[in-house]
């Protein structure tokens, strides 16, 4: 029988798949394990109230017992948000196939195939615009107590909550009198890193310091006193910045991590580089990296299209004359020139679509023209 929260629930399967469950469970952490079950529960309540003749993993296929079931899923009123939806597939899969092996059965792994779970959505960092995050700094800097300190830490070395709540008391290291780099502890990704700081960010952490030689909870080697855990500090300092952001009039919610992409977003616009920002922000792989360029790339197209709107002519248009005045092989260049011309400003004065794109085109082709043309110039006497 799977143990659940919800009401006693019984099927002639649920012994296999709680077994199958425990067996993956053994490696991962608890609520991994409770959204597994979680899963076989709720597939196995479809199957019974469905296909109630399934009384054993023999009789399960592909269809219509796993398709049927994920055509139920969404077609749920609401609909499942799709995360929510890859994240039921992916662990319904996961208990077959552990029940390959443990019982034996080849044709279970083929009944949910890779290719039936939809790509995770993704989600762009969400960094915070240059006013409220200049409005959160402002607020942050006025307050100058063991929180705001311990958030322009954040804003100012990238680091995740859970990696600063474990900043250790000696994390400052010194490389020579004018330079300062922060030990990050183990974080997210079973990663350390030393991140470069500068004399601002060199203060913050003295002054964290000085805030725990106030704590009277003995010294445990941790930065941050903690007054009973680990996630009661957390939770605490969550609740702190929401109120910093209030009182800031920033609208919203404003959660820790977002100081984290806003540093990345920060140092991709002053110009660091993406193997640079990799081991700043202690990343694992490239990929995640390049997540924040997409976020940088897009500020870059909004600031340009800032500037078209404000501006209608940002490229002097072409001084060329609107009709040939010479004859000869220069009247031919001059009438090429005005076909240039004629034909680009019009374009400039369509909006973005096939006919604007074709005229663009058809830009290049007589830019070409031109220059083949000019290398027919006869030689002059």
Same mark, same amino acid.
């Given at each position: 029988?799977?143990?659940?929260?919800?009401?006693?629930?019984?099927?002639?399967?649920?012994?296999?798949?709680?077994?199958?469950?425990?067996?993956?469970?053994?490696?991962?952490?608890?609520?991994?394990?409770?959204?597994?079950?979680?899963?076989?529960?709720?597939?196995?309540?479809?199957?019974?109230?469905?296909?109630?003749?399934?009384?054993?993993?023999?009789?399960?296929?592909?269809?219509?017992?796993?398709?049927?079931?994920?055509?139920?899923?969404?077609?749920?009123?609401?609909?499942?948000?799709?995360?929510?939806?890859?994240?039921?597939?992916?662990?319904?899969?996961?208990?077959?196939?552990?029940?390959?092996?443990?019982?034996?059965?080849?044709?279970?792994?083929?009944?949910?195939?890779?290719?039936?779970?939809?790509?995770?959505?993704?989600?762009?960092?969400?960094?915070?615009?240059?006013?409220?995050?200049?409005?959160?700094?402002?607020?942050?800097?006025?307050?100058?107590?063991?929180?705001?300190?311990?958030?322009?830490?954040?804003?100012?070395?990238?680091?995740?909550?859970?990696?600063?709540?474990?900043?250790?008391?000696?994390?400052?290291?010194?490389?020579?009198?004018?330079?300062?780099?922060?030990?990050?502890?183990?974080?997210?990704?079973?990663?350390?890193?030393? *991140?470069?700081?500068?004399?601002?960010?060199?203060?913050?952490?003295?002054?964290?310091?000085?805030?725990?030689?106030?704590?009277?909870?003995?010294?445990?080697?941790?930065?941050?006193?903690?007054?009973?855990?680990?996630?009661?500090?957390?939770?605490?300092?969550?609740?702190?910045?929401?109120?910093?952001?209030?009182?800031?009039?920033?609208?919203?919610?404003?959660?820790?991590?977002?100081?984290?992409?806003?540093?990345?977003?920060?140092?991709?616009?002053?110009? *660091?580089?993406?193997?640079?920002?990799?081991?700043?922000?202690?990343?694992?792989?490239?990929?995640?990296?390049? *997540?924040?360029?997409?976020?940088?790339?897009?500020?870059?197209?909004?600031?340009?299209?800032?500037?078209?709107?404000?501006?209608?002519?940002?490229?002097?248009?072409?001084?060329?004359?609107?009709?040939?005045?010479?004859?000869?092989?220069?009247?031919?260049?001059?009438?090429?020139?005005?076909?240039?011309?004629? *034909?680009?400003?019009?374009?400039?004065?369509?909006?973005?679509?096939?006919?604007?794109?074709?005229?663009?085109?058809?830009?290049?082709?007589?830019?070409?023209?031109?220059?083949?043309?000019?290398?027919?110039?006869?030689?002059?006497?």
């Amino acid at each position: 029988m799977i143990p659940s929260r919800l009401a006693p629930f019984s099927h002639p399967l649920a012994a296999v798949f709680d077994a199958a469950v425990d067996s993956l469970g053994a490696a991962l952490a608890p609520a991994s394990t409770r959204q597994y079950r979680g899963t076989a529960r709720a597939f196995l309540v479809w199957l019974a109230a469905h296909h109630p003749d399934v009384v054993s993993l023999h009789q399960l296929r592909r269809d219509p017992h796993i398709l049927g079931w994920m055509a139920a899923l969404r077609s749920r009123v609401p609909p499942p948000a799709p995360l929510t939806y890859i994240t039921r597939l992916i662990f319904l899969r996961g208990i077959l196939s552990e029940l390959v092996w443990s019982a034996q059965l080849p044709q279970l792994g083929q009944l949910l195939r890779r290719q039936d779970i939809p790509r995770r959505p993704r989600n762009l960092p969400r960094a915070l615009p240059a006013e409220h995050d200049q409005l959160l700094q402002q607020q942050l800097q006025r307050r100058n107590d063991l929180g705001s300190n311990f958030f322009l830490l954040l804003r100012h070395t990238g680091m995740r909550i859970g990696e600063a709540v474990d900043l250790a008391f000696d994390c400052l290291h010194a490389s020579d009198p004018d330079h300062w780099t922060l030990h990050v502890p183990l974080g997210k990704l079973k990663t350390e890193r030393m *991140v470069p700081i500068d004399s601002f960010t060199r203060d913050l952490v003295h002054r964290l310091r000085f805030f725990r030689g106030l704590d009277p909870s003995p010294p445990d080697g941790h930065l941050l006193a903690r007054p009973a855990s680990r996630q009661m500090l957390i939770r605490q300092l969550r609740s702190y910045l929401h109120e910093v952001s209030a009182s800031a009039g920033i609208p919203g919610r404003i959660v820790p991590h977002q100081l984290r992409h806003t540093y990345a977003s920060e140092l991709l616009r002053c110009g *660091v580089d993406l193997p640079a920002l990799m081991k700043l922000l202690g990343h694992a792989s490239p990929e995640m990296t390049m *997540v924040y360029l997409d976020i940088a790339l897009t500020d870059l197209q909004r600031q340009f299209e800032l500037a078209r709107s404000q501006s209608r002519h940002i490229a002097p248009p072409p001084r060329t004359p609107l009709s040939p005045t010479r004859a000869g092989f220069a009247g031919l260049i001059d009438s090429l020139l005005t076909a240039q011309h004629v *034909v680009e400003m019009y374009r400039r004065t369509l909006p973005d679509g096939p006919p604007r794109r074709s005229l663009d085109r058809l830009v290049n082709r007589l830019t070409k023209i031109l220059t083949e043309v000019r290398k027919l110039e006869p030689p002059s006497k």
